[in-house]
């Protein structure tokens, strides 16, 4: 079955100890990204990669490390945690061409102490 | 700048009423638009889409059609049911780029 998976689903923590939350698809997508949903605000670009060891800033990075070792896999890292980083994060992925029919993981709900 | 606005939620309906959701954009080029669903508890799936100006997207009932005079696109449904209360996304992506650009979301509620 094609999908994305984003673990963990929940996650408590407090400010300052870092976290990663994994991203896997089994799609071979070039294209992968992370959005932060806030409410009001809807889906803000937090990186994004268009393959392999290429990746860029989206919207809003302050805060959020990302890697592409491996075409699967896009982990998201928070070295440092802070509160105004409390928000449900999504992974989605892609082929790299004009349909970019992105797929998303079922979200990762982060609580920043 | 590239933007999405839809009408502010929350929508609550009852079953086989009909529904409407605005939603306007602003861009650069000629983007494609998209809507996106948000069950509970879920990641977003993507409901419809369209390409270009005047193209109608379809899916589960649900319409929109892609106006480039008003720059709008607009979700239909003609009678909606339970099994459609969700939150519902209107996104754009600028030709050549790749990233999605999200309007704020309109959480709908049908009532049985």
């Known amino acids: 079955e094609a999908q994305v998976t984003q673990n963990p689903r929940y996650l408590i923590t407090v400010t300052g100890k870092k976290l990663t939350v994994t991203c896997s698809q089994n799609?071979?997508?070039?294209?992968m990204s992370w959005y932060r949903q806030d409410p009001g605000l809807g889906l803000r670009q937090i990186y994004y990669?268009?393959?392999?060891?290429?990746?860029d800033k989206g919207d809003v990075p302050e805060g959020y490390k990302v890697s592409r070792k491996e075409k699967r896999n896009f982990p998201l890292i928070l070295e440092s945690p802070s509160p105004n980083q409390t928000s449900l994060y999504f992974c989605?992925?892609?082929?790299?061409?004009?349909?970019?029919?992105?797929?998303f993981g079922a979200g990762t709900r982060l609580s920043v102490l | 700048g590239n933007s999405v606005t839809q009408m502010e939620g929350p929508v609550t309906l009852s079953e086989e009423a009909f529904l409407t959701i605005n939603c306007t954009y602003t861009?650069?080029?000629?983007?494609?638009l998209f809507w996106y669903v948000q069950y509970p508890g879920e990641g977003l799936q993507l409901l419809l889409k369209?390409?270009?100006?005047?193209d109608k997207g379809s899916n589960k009932g649900f319409e929109a059609t892609y106006r480039k005079e008003t720059t709008s696109f607009h979700l239909e449904k003609g009678s909606v049911q339970v099994s459609d209360s969700a939150v519902y996304f209107c996104?754009?992506?600028?030709?050549?780029?790749?990233?999605?650009?999200f309007g704020q979301g309109t959480r709908l509620t049908i009532n049985p």
């Open positions: 989605a992925s892609s082929f790299g061409d004009r349909t970019n029919i992105q797929y």
């Open positions: 799609m071979n997508h070039e294209y």
């Open positions: 990669s268009m393959n392999v060891e290429v990746t």
């Open positions: 861009a650069t080029g000629y983007p494609s």
């Open positions: 369209a390409t270009k100006a005047d």
């Open positions: 996104a754009l992506r600028i030709q050549g780029a790749q990233k999605l650009v």
